[in-house]
């Protein structure tokens, strides 16, 4: 399994833990530096840092090729931590020549990246012991969530999709926050699709998904399962006929992040409901 590997993560060493303004760049990035203590430090972030709530309230430092260096400076950040490929190489570059430490993380969708993730942005941040303990939590929810699948006799064929509104709608292959499903004793009704692709009506129908899964915030835009079932070919579906339409918060569904265990055990009770009434 695979997630976030470090490229970078020692700050320098003049400075001060307690004190230092951290900047960070990557919703996956801003929640970990969270659930491991340091939300206090976080002095601005960018635009998809939805989680915690109270992040929205700090200044933002932009979105992928509008965040740029004078803006970050501006802030006067001690350690600026970023997704990998989120912020373009010129402004990293730039931060670095004014002494700005920067750690760089690669987001995977496995949970051994996860750990490393935390493992290594917790040693930036001197968290050592508190990056132990939430890999701790995360394994026991695992655990928990592998013990109820060996419970269930099915094994759901499921649909992820991403969508804003019906404008933009598309199928999540290998590589996006389908890669959960092997946690959640489920399997992709597509094969071979790396990424997002554009949702297809006929691929859809000869799918044939036992669910269809949906961030809550897309699910709501189209107005909630009956606003999914006018999707074309949908209702087509074993998950349209029986209304098996399902969503869960997209951060913590996506970020393969600190919420890894709690997202996956709330799958699992979605797609196994014969376990929930236990």
Not at 202 to 227: H, K, M, Q, T
């Amino acid at each position: 399994m695979r997630f976030l590997l470090i490229s970078a993560v020692l700050l320098c060493s003049n400075v001060v833990f307690g004190q230092i303004r951290v900047i960070t760049a990557g919703s996956v990035v801003t929640e970990t530096v969270c659930a491991l203590g340091d939300c206090d430090k976080i002095v601005a972030s960018d635009r998809t840092s939805l989680y915690p709530a109270h992040i929205q309230s700090l200044p933002s430092i932009g979105y992928r090729s509008a965040i740029n260096a004078e803006g970050i400076l501006s802030l006067q950040p001690d350690l600026v931590i970023v997704e990998k490929d989120y912020v373009d190489e010129a402004v990293l570059s730039q931060l670095r020549s004014s002494r700005v430490t920067i750690v760089s993380v690669e987001q995977k969708y496995t949970f051994e990246g996860t750990k490393e993730a935390i493992r290594g942005i917790g040693k930036a941040l001197n968290r050592n012991a508190e990056a132990e303990q939430l890999i701790a939590k995360i394994e026991g929810e695992l655990a928990e969530a592998q013990s109820w699948v060996a419970q269930s006799k099915t094994t759901p064929r499921v649909l992820g999709v991403h969508n804003r509104g019906t404008a933009l709608v598309n199928v999540a292959g290998e590589k996006t926050f389908a890669d959960i499903f092997p946690f959640v004793g489920a399997t992709s009704a597509i094969k071979g699709v790396q990424g997002y692709k554009a949702l297809n009506s006929e691929a859809l129908i000869a799918s044939n998904p036992d669910y269809i899964l949906f961030f809550e915030s897309g699910l709501e835009s189209l107005g909630g399962v009956n606003g999914a079932l006018k999707i074309q070919g949908v209702a087509q579906t074993t998950a349209g006929r029986k209304k098996q339409i399902i969503a869960v918060e997209g951060i913590k569904l996506s970020n393969f992040g600190p919420r890894l265990g709690e997202a996956v055990k709330e799958l699992t009770l979605l797609l196994h409901p014969e376990i929930q009434k236990q």
